[in-house]
């Protein structure tokens, strides 16, 4: 059809398609999606690629996204500037890694960025205090909560320093062979 | 925070760091997340270089990205893997295109093949996802309720898929063959020999008064008119069939079709639980990652529906507070007295032996049912009544139905006074169901075989003659094949009116009615191993009875089908996700483990009416030999001689032997090569506990 030809030009797919894990159609498909978040910002003609970048708040609207507890980390991790402005690019970037043919590994290295909430390159007991309390509604005891974060230390920590590095977290994910089912968007 | 360890070299310590070391010395494991492979941060990459002191960049600025350091494990690995920004992919895709132009044609060639054999790759599991059954149904099951109850989908589809392949196997060589030497009236040459006339007398079609319900009777019941058609085993002629060139011996299709679907079953569901064994493995450690695999692991991303999120987040707490509280009971399991522990294990003993006897108790039920049932039939006393025929005709499957709902109810109350940790409660209760579920099929089987050979006795005054139960079996294999197919009617019946008649007005009842006890027992929950358990049932009853009943995987493959999407209904309608949820790895190997046991039961019917029993005389395609098996010895000698010594050698002891001590030396080897692994993976386990020690030893020395 004569549509793909103006959005963008074979190259851009080809590269795209070797840079991520989705199909021609699908990246397609994920430009409509972009545009339908904001018309009004988002060119229809992606061949001189152009500079858009979408504010946090229109990302986190998305239906995939919106119920996450974690949706405003994950944008974030996927940024440049790690504020949550996504272009196409990031945003493609962020759904090619969530989807279902991205390797265990790489899934584990932006696991580990959206579970660090301050950043520091360790998961340590504030970032676990709040991953917690967002997965269990902060319907936990603070006594309660503090003792998981003690286990979760306890059992994924192998240099001793109190905190997790990545690769005491990489350690423990490949242990878990539902990793990759449940770090999984489908768009 | 800066220190020196041992064997650090100056690569690893950024000056400016904030001390994130990621290689030891000699650890070979940690070795593993050095630099090289180390975390690449997005966005920094632009500033590396710069000397603003921000722990992002700091830590992750050793491996400068330069042209010239493309490392070598890199260069192949597709560049849809590397955790960079699109821009910087696209660098290095062009960069690495660039490499390849740098080599001779045949690298480029085979660089370029590589990438379009890819695309093409991508492009046939595309096209071939619309091939897969339900797959948009699936996912949304696994969106909304888990992966857990979406591998109950994929388990129930698997099974449709081999049943419809059996079903071709023996629509191909068995059903059809039959049918085109029916209609084609070819001359058919039968192989039976002469038997005492006593033995042949079978006339299916009732004579006398035909009542008006005789039709639906029939259908129910598999009697009558059914055993005339292609449907049961004794409407299969033996006969050999010579067109011309054209040779097919139907016994031996019959045979040789059983063994191989048999044997197909066994290699599919071997293969599909090989993956599900290596994940089950990995997870052998649960005792060690139980709490991060929770938090880490335990969030389903795919979740849309805020009131799904809610529950599972509930669902989440209600975990964790379980595990912390089984950590309490636990400790204080560990200080209970010798006094407290005699007790408990004196219960615990008690408590078996209830359960062993309840579980007798059903068996003896099914025994009499059985043999009751079978009389009955045969003395006309509830010829005249419809209801009262359709219930005797059916006791069997009513007992086995009903022991199967009542027990696991029993055996979750008894389990809670035994106080097992939460593990150990689930697994001795799946346990207990599977056992009684799979045996009570046995038994009734038992119970069959005690009447059609008069328990085992030859020489007894009713199984003198023909070598089985003549007056009441004029052909027992169709018979048996009656039993499994009304328990397959059965059970189809039984889901459906508990669907309809249970689950909807429990839901109307807790959407209309608001008063306390009904709120209390809430909505009702999609419990998956015990609808998994129902489905292997069904199938376990399917295997036994396809050599008796041939068209049955075709009415399974039907029935399944229905039940897939009244389930599907009945799971988004009336059901609310489990509290304790089902990990879809553990999951699929049990699923498969249950499946196995289920086939290796089956196994055991059908083979010793193969070697064992004598076939009916007046039908089916084996009558006149003393054994079924016999059409393949048969057979053999009709082969050309060198063929025929061949075969006569496989099956002779000469082979058997030897073959069955290679088999027992294998087993042995691999056992010993699992357990030198076992005892690799624990001596590395040591090796990281005792690098963590160590490390912590010598943060606190130079303090």
């Known amino acids: 059809m004569g549509n793909k030809q103006t959005i963008f030009t074979d190259e851009q797919l080809d590269a795209y398609q070797d840079c991520t894990f989705f199909t021609r159609k699908e990246i397609l498909r994920l430009h409509g999606i972009f545009y339908e978040l904001a018309p009004s910002i988002v060119p229809m003609d992606y061949t001189d690629d152009p500079d858009v970048k979408l504010p946090i708040q229109l990302i986190i609207n998305m239906p995939e996204l919106v119920e996450n507890p974690f949706k405003e980390r994950i944008v974030q991790s996927f940024s440049e500037d790690g504020d949550g402005n996504l272009s196409f690019n990031d945003f493609v970037d962020m759904l090619s890694v969530m989807s279902e043919m991205a390797p265990r590994e790489l899934k584990a290295i932006y696991a580990f960025k959206i579970y660090d909430f301050n950043t520091d390159n360790f998961i340590c007991k504030s970032d676990l205090e709040k991953t917690i309390n967002k997965l269990t509604r902060e319907e936990l005891e603070e006594e309660e909560v503090n003792l998981v974060c003690e286990k979760v230390i306890e059992e994924a920590d192998m240099d001793g320093d109190g905190k997790l590095a990545f690769a005491d977290f990489e350690n423990m994910i490949s242990k878990a062979p539902d990793f990759l089912s449940t770090f999984h968007i489908r768009i | ?703």
């Open chain 2, 1 to 703: 925070m800066y220190y020196a360890e041992d064997g650090i070299t100056d690569e690893d310590i950024h000056p400016l760091g904030t001390g994130v070391l990621w290689k030891t010395s000699e650890s070979p494991v940690a070795n593993e997340f050095s630099p090289k492979n180390g975390l690449r941060h997005r966005g920094s990459e632009s500033q590396w270089g710069a000397t603003d002191i921000q722990p992002m960049q700091q830590s992750r600025s050793f491996q400068p990205w330069s042209d010239t350091d493309l490392q070598d494990e890199d260069e192949d690995k597709p560049v849809k893997e590397f955790c960079f920004s699109m821009q910087r992919k696209r660098e290095i895709r062009i960069k690495q295109e660039k490499q390849g132009a740098k080599k001779n044609t045949w690298e480029t060639w085979s660089r370029d093949y590589k990438r379009s054999f890819r695309q093409f790759q991508s492009k046939a599991s595309e096209s071939l996802q619309f091939l897969v059954l339900w797959r948009r149904t699936i996912n949304t099951i696994g969106g909304n309720f888990g992966t857990g109850i979406a591998s109950y989908f994929t388990f129930l589809r698997f099974l449709i898929l081999m049943n419809f392949v059996t079903f071709l196997l023996i629509g191909g060589f068995i059903v059809i063959p039959n049918i085109v030497v029916q209609e084609l009236n070819v001359v058919q040459t039968s192989q039976s020999s002469n038997t005492t006339g006593l033995c042949l007398k079978y006339s299916p079609n009732p004579q006398g008064l035909e009542r008006y319900y005789t039709f639906i009777m029939d259908i129910l019941m598999g009697t009558g008119f059914m055993e005339l058609t292609y449907m049961f085993y004794g409407f299969y002629k033996n006969t050999l069939v010579i067109l011309a060139a054209f040779y097919y011996n139907l016994p031996l299709a019959y045979l040789t079709t059983t063994l191989f679907y048999f044997l197909l079953s066994l290699v599919w569901i071997v293969v599909r639980s090989v993956k599900g064994f290596k994940q089950s493995l990995l997870t052998e450690n649960t005792e060690l990652s139980n709490y991060t695999s929770k938090i880490f692991v335990g969030w389903d991303f795919c979740i849309k529906d805020p009131r799904i999120i809610k529950l599972k987040q509930k669902s989440i707490r209600y975990e964790l507070q379980m595990d912390l509280e089984e950590e309490n009971m636990r400790r204080k399991h560990a200080e209970r007295t010798t006094s407290q522990l005699a007790a408990i294990y004196s219960l615990r003993v008690f408590l078996n032996l209830v359960v062993i006897c309840l579980t007798g108790a059903a068996f003896y039920c099914i025994y009499l049912s059985t043999v009751n049932s079978q009389e009955l039939l045969i003395n006309s006393s509830v010829k005249g009544n419809f209801i009262l025929e359709l219930l005797v005709g059916y006791l069997p499957s009513i007992t086995i139905t009903a022991a199967n709902f009542f027990l696991p109810i029993v055996f979750g109350i008894i389990i809670l006074w035994e106080k097992y940790t939460l593990n150990w409660e689930i697994r001795l209760t799946l346990v207990r169901c599977v056992f009684l579920r799979l045996t009570s099929l046995g038994m009734l089987l038992y119970s069959l075989w005690d009447k059609i050979t008069c328990s085992g006795k030859p020489h007894d005054a009713k199984c003198v003659t023909c070598g089985y139960n003549i007056d009441e079996y004029k052909c027992w294999e169709t018979r048996v094949g009656q039993e499994m197919y009304k328990l397959l009617i059965f059970d189809f019946l039984t889901v459906l009116v508990v669907i309809l008649l249970v689950d909807f007005p429990r839901k109307m009842m807790v959407d209309h009615c608001s008063c306390k006890p009904i709120q209390f027992w809430g909505q009702q929950e999609f419990l998956v191993p015990q609808n998994v358990l129902d489905i292997v049932y069904g199938q376990t009853v399917c295997w036994i009875g396809t050599f008796f009943c041939p068209l049955l995987p075709l009415l399974n493959t039907v029935k399944y089908f229905i039940i897939f999407y009244m389930k599907r209904l009945t799971l988004f309608t009336n059901c609310r996700p489990a509290d304790r949820t089902f990990r879809a790895s553990s999951a699929n190997f049990f699923f498969m483990l249950v499946l196995l046991l289920g086939l290796a039961i089956s196994w055991v019917p059908v083979l010793y009416s193969i070697f064992a029993m004598t076939p009916s005389r007046a039908c089916g395609p084996f009558n006149g030999q003393t054994n079924i098996w016999d059409t393949i010895p048969i057979t053999i000698q009709t082969l050309p001689k060198t063929a025929a010594e061949f075969f006569l050698f496989i099956g002779s002891q000469a082979f058997a032997v030897p073959l069955f001590f290679l088999c027992c030396i294998l087993m042995f080897y691999l056992i010993a090569l699992a357990s030198s692994y076992g005892e690799l993976v624990k001596t590395l386990k040591d090796q990281l506990q005792m690098e963590r020690s160590r490390k912590m030893f010598l943060r606190q020395v130079t303090y």
